[in-house]
Every structure is written in C-alpha cells, then in structure tokens.
C-alpha cells in the first residue's frame, strides 16, 4: 500500500508541476518580425494577436500580397519562437 501511496503523491506533484506550466504558457509571449523590422507582431498564449505594427513605408506602396506575406512570416517567426518557449516549459514540468 505504500508504493501505492507513493505512486498517488508522484502523479499528484506531476499534475501539479503541469498546471503550473499550462499557466505559464497562457502568460508566454514571443515577438516575431519580418522584412527587416518593417513588420512587427507579438503572439502571447496559443498564438494570441496581442500586438502589430507596420512600418508606414509598406503602406504606400500599394502592394496587397506583399504586405500579406511580411504579416505570414513575421507570425510563423513568433509561432516558432512560442513553440519553442512552450516545449522548454512543458520539458521543465516532465522533469
């Protein structure tokens, strides 16, 4: 019984350690850019928008796609970037 009991507070202390890291992951931010900093983007949680800023210059160029693509690039640069800093967490709960 007392392996059992043991094998209860393990499981428990793991639970514990990964409700800790799922509350640090909603709180995790990453900034990502693209276009040399023309664009700029900040993804907090699972993939959150929480900022975007745009150089003026990709304004007045009238160019759609380009503007769209600089957005994409800079927003899988932070994904990665988020991805990365969750790994590492969820990594440091499994000990």
Not at 14 to 36: H, I, P
Not at 38 to 65: A, I, M, Q
Request: net charge negative; proline share 3%.
């Amino acid at each position: 019984m007392k392996d059992l009991n043991a094998l209860m507070q393990q499981a428990q202390a793991m639970q514990a350690k990964l409700q800790q890291a799922q509350e640090k992951m909603a709180e995790t931010t990453a900034d990502g850019t693209s276009g040399g900093g023309l664009v700029k983007l900040t993804l907090k949680g699972p993939s959150e928008l929480t900022s975007l800023t745009l150089d003026p210059s990709l304004l007045s160029d009238n160019d759609p796609e380009i503007l769209a693509d600089l957005i994409m690039a800079a927003h899988a640069d932070a994904k990665r970037k988020l991805d990365d800093a969750n790994n590492a967490l969820m990594k440091e709960a499994a000990g």
